[in-house]
């Protein structure tokens, strides 16, 4: 009889990182577009919710005390402080969708992706930046959202976070979105295509159990 038993690979966990302004959330918008077998993480926030963003889609907006609790409950993958506010990855979900065989990004801070990479070295770690801080600057201004205290808070937070640059395994250059997200659809493929991911697909094909 045929062997049709198989293991479902496990889908892989991409963590994207970057300043605020970066683009990462519109890269991450255009690969999902493209890319059927991909899903974002939804983060719980204790920020407010910014105009037109949606409950479950772009974050879960939860009191402090709630945040807490889950932090006591365990429920986080990561989490930390940003910008006076707290953010993490509830991990159940991210879990469950690696199960499943769907890649998982996690479009997280440096302090949370240090906190994924120690305990998932096996993930994949891409930094994005903008091809200038004139034009972060103009990005966050566009974008409106943040106030002129807070523009500059995330302007004086972005010269620590690209230092980090060199903590990941690929840096990315967002200047133009569709160029930034068919690069990360790359480093996604070769990732793939490591021998070491593939190690029991070579078995089965020499047809060793
Ligand atoms: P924003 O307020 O602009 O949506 O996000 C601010 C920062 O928080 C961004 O750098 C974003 O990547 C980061 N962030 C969003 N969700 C999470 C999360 O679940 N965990 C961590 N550590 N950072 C997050």
């Given at each position: 009889m045929?062997?049709?038993?198989?293991?479902?690979?496990?889908?892989?966990?991409i963590?994207?990182?970057?300043?605020?302004g970066?683009?990462?959330?519109?890269?991450?918008?255009?690969l999902?577009?493209?890319?059927?077998?991909?899903?974002?993480?939804?983060?719980?926030?204790?920020?407010?919710?910014?105009?037109g963003?949606?409950?479950?889609?772009?974050y879960?907006f939860?009191?402090k005390?709630?945040?807490?609790?889950?932090?006591g409950n365990?429920?986080?993958?990561?989490?930390?402080k940003?910008?006076?506010?707290?953010?993490?990855?509830?991990?159940?979900?991210v879990?469950?969708m690696?199960?499943?065989g769907?890649?998982?990004?996690?479009?997280?801070?440096i302090?949370?992706?240090?906190?994924v990479r120690s305990?998932?070295?096996?993930?994949?770690?891409i930094?994005v930046?903008?091809p200038?801080?004139s034009?972060l600057?103009?990005?966050?201004?566009e974008?409106?959202?943040?106030?002129?205290?807070q523009?500059?808070?995330?302007?004086?937070?972005?010269?620590?976070?690209?230092?980090?640059?060199?903590?990941?395994s690929?840096?990315?250059?967002?200047d133009?979105?569709?160029?930034a997200?068919?690069?990360?659809?790359?480093?996604?493929?070769?990732e793939?295509?490591?021998?070491?991911?593939?190690?029991?697909?070579?078995?089965?094909?020499i047809?060793?159990?």
């Amino acid at each position: 009889m045929e062997n049709n038993f198989y293991i479902k690979e496990k889908g892989l966990l991409i963590v994207i990182s970057g300043p605020s302004g970066a683009g990462k959330g519109t890269v991450c918008k255009e690969l999902l577009s493209k890319y059927p077998n991909l899903a974002v993480s939804v983060s719980a926030t204790t920020r407010d919710p910014r105009p037109g963003e949606v409950e479950g889609k772009n974050y879960y907006f939860i009191t402090k005390e709630n945040f807490l609790d889950m932090i006591g409950n365990d429920e986080f993958l990561e989490y930390a402080k940003v910008y006076d506010n707290y953010y993490g990855t509830p991990s159940q979900s991210v879990i469950d969708m690696m199960d499943e065989g769907i890649d998982v990004i996690l479009e997280i801070d440096i302090q949370g992706a240090a906190q994924v990479r120690s305990n998932y070295p096996e993930g994949i770690y891409i930094f994005v930046v903008p091809p200038s801080f004139s034009e972060l600057r103009k990005r966050i201004t566009e974008r409106g959202t943040e106030s002129e205290e807070q523009l500059n808070k995330r302007m004086n937070c972005a010269y620590d976070e690209i230092r980090n640059a060199k903590n990941y395994s690929y840096i990315v250059i967002n200047d133009e979105v569709h160029v930034a997200a068919d690069k990360i659809a790359s480093i996604i493929t070769a990732e793939k295509c490591r021998s070491n991911r593939l190690e029991s697909k070579i078995d089965e094909i020499i047809g060793r159990s």
